[in-house]
């Protein structure tokens, strides 16, 4: 039990940046327990027009620039404080960073390539 975080990929391109049902997705990362980051992706969840009152297994795609504007944030170590039930704790260390970073490259990579990056979570 808890927040459990999942970056796939889809060959498709939804018609709305969120709350979209996803075909041929693979998954391509994955956090368990990472609140700050579950929190900026709300954040982006909602500005994009997310409805989902809980942002709890409501899909997000995510663009080359949101990737941009998530590294300036991780590399400012801005990531909004996020609390929710049974979310854990974001710890900013070197280690959830690098994760982090990896995540970035893998979706960057699969843009280049063509495909939809997408954010999800369940908890």
């Not at 391109?13 to 990362?29: K, L, M, W, Y």
């Amino acid at each position: 039990m808890g927040l459990d975080m999942y970056a796939f990929t889809t060959s498709s391109v939804p018609s709305t940046p969120t709350d979209f049902e996803p075909s041929d997705c693979r998954q391509i990362h994955e956090w368990r327990k990472h609140p700050n980051l579950h929190g900026w992706m709300q954040r982006l969840y909602r500005a994009k027009g997310g409805q989902d009152d809980d942002f709890n297994c409501a899909t997000l795609m995510l663009t080359a620039y949101d990737l941009d504007v998530l590294e300036l944030t991780l590399k400012a170590r801005r990531l909004p404080e996020t609390h929710g039930p049974f979310f854990g704790t974001s710890f900013g260390d070197q280690s959830e960073y690098d994760d982090d970073m990896d995540f970035i490259a893998k979706a960057r990579e699969a843009i280049a390539n063509g495909d939809t990056v997408f954010y999800s979570s369940w908890w």
